[in-house]
């Protein structure tokens, strides 16, 4: 994939996790990143727009970052309902085209 | 609300076609980008395609193009995606999703998905 992510990540429950996304100056570097959360068996839903902007009800124990060409969600007080595969995306102006991390798997200890 | 609700998936041959529909609800559609986005069985989002509110420009990704076409009828506040010359890797569940205006490429709404399975 073009942005890179970790397959997985863990904590216990409380906890922080910290899942980073990693491209290039034709990707992150000029453009803004969302992050998105999918639960098993249903459709992605947004959690964070233009690199740190949460949409309405999403709680504020989710962050998001960005610096120069990586970008960063974090997930403060981890809860079990938060196991779930995220996704970093944004558009890629060299490949005309909208670009997804590989997915991270959050597992609560 | 915002909703975005899907229909057209199934089983199909290779080499056939289908099309797909997304209505959407509780939002100005003329105004929204819309793009499609699949996932393979238990594999990681893929974009597919993507088309302008007002249907002027269209993008697609490289394994679609010339295969597929996303088009939308404002009046009717639907978006659509053919699939023409499918292939057993297009197998997939394939989601609609609304790009509000001005969020920089944001996947704001989903639709609940449509599965589709290429296969002899």
């Known amino acids: 994939s073009v942005l890179t992510q970790p397959p997985s990540v863990s904590a216990a429950p409380g906890q922080k996790v910290t899942i980073s996304c990693s491209g290039s100056s034709s990707n992150i570097g000029n453009n803004y990143v969302s992050w998105y959360q999918q639960l098993p068996g249903i459709a992605p839903k947004l959690l964070i727009s233009?690199?740190?902007k949460r949409p309405s009800g999403i709680p504020d124990r989710f962050s998001g970052s960005k610096s120069g060409t990586s970008a960063t969600l974090d997930i403060t007080g981890l809860q079990t309902g938060d196991e779930a595969d995220y996704y970093c995306?944004?558009?890629?102006?060299?490949?005309?085209?909208?670009?997804f991390g590989i997915g991270t798997k959050v597992t609560v200890l | 609300q915002v909703q975005l609700v899907q229909s057209g998936g199934g089983g199909v041959q290779p080499g056939r076609s289908l099309r797909l529909s997304c209505v959407a609800s509780g939002f100005t559609f003329s105004t929204y980008g819309m793009h499609w986005v699949r996932q393979a069985p238990g594999k990681g989002l893929e974009w597919v395609a993507f088309?302008?509110?007002?249907?002027?420009?269209?993008d697609y990704a490289d394994s679609v193009t010339g295969r597929f076409i996303v088009s939308r009828d404002n009046s009717k506040n639907t978006l659509y995606l053919q699939l023409n010359s499918l292939r057993a890797e297009d197998t997939a569940v394939y989601y609609c999703a609304g790009d509000p205006p001005n969020s920089g490429f944001a996947f704001a709404s989903w639709g609940q998905g449509a599965p589709v399975t290429v296969s002899s």
């Open positions: 995306g944004t558009w890629d102006s060299s490949l005309i085209a909208y670009v």
């Open positions: 088309i302008w509110y007002d249907g002027s420009r269209k």
């Open positions: 233009e690199n740190n």
